[in-house]
């Protein structure tokens, strides 16, 4: 019989700090990361040279290939990946999630690259506020933000393992 390890509340908070991390970038990269998903399947799609076996010679059976069948296994294995599940999680939560916090994602990713000048407060928490301000006319304060956006991280983290995505400090391609 397998000995069962005791998990320290230090490896569980590391576990659940990761998550939040791996998280929160699927949140603020969805934009890019949909459109880079949206392009390889499109390639596939097309069967570029990349997925084409350019092998002529030695070494292939002289039986013709199976182009469609490669083409639906690709495409299968494309859209059910780790990246199209986190994609789908992140659409799912958007879904879920109220109109001020899914305004408050959809500018946080616009400030994902502000950072904070002396490594206190983030950088990109001010700017929100500014432009939360401006398009729903209510200003949060700096706390009800980071509350907004911590309650969003721990959602799609709940979605993702729901979707069974796996968490990978950075997406595979």
């Known amino acids: 019989m397998e000995k069962m390890q ?19 970038a699927w949140l603020i990269h969805y934009r890019e990361r949909k459109r880079i998903h949206e ?10 040279k990349k997925e084409r076996d350019e092998n002529v010679g030695g070494g292939r059976a002289s039986e013709p290939g199976r182009p469609t069948e490669a083409m639906a296994l690709a495409l299968d294995a494309h859209d059910n990946c780790n990246n199209a599940m986190w994609l ?15 305004q408050l994602i959809e ?3 616009e400030c994902r690259f502000y950072i904070g000048p002396d490594g206190g407060r983030p950088g ?6 500014q432009r939360f301000g401006e398009v729903t006319g209510w200003c949060p304060a700096e706390r009800t933000v980071q509350d907004m956006w911590h309650d969003a991280i721990a959602l799609t983290v709940r979605v993702a393992m729901a979707h069974k995505c796996k968490f990978f400090s950075k997406p595979r391609v």
């Not at 789908?88 to 899914?102: F, N, Q, S, T, Y």
């Not at 990109?124 to 506020?129: E, G, L, R, T």
């Open 124 to 129: 990109w928490i001010a700017p929100v506020q």
């Open 107 to 109: 500018l946080r990713q």
């Open 6 to 24: 005791a998990v320290t509340g230090e490896a569980i908070q590391e576990q659940i700090r990761r998550e939040n991390k791996v998280a929160a």
């Open 88 to 102: 789908l999680a992140v659409e799912d939560v958007m879904r879920i999630i109220g109109p001020k916090k899914r």
């Open 39 to 48: 392009e390889r399947r499109r390639e596939l799609e097309r069967g570029t």
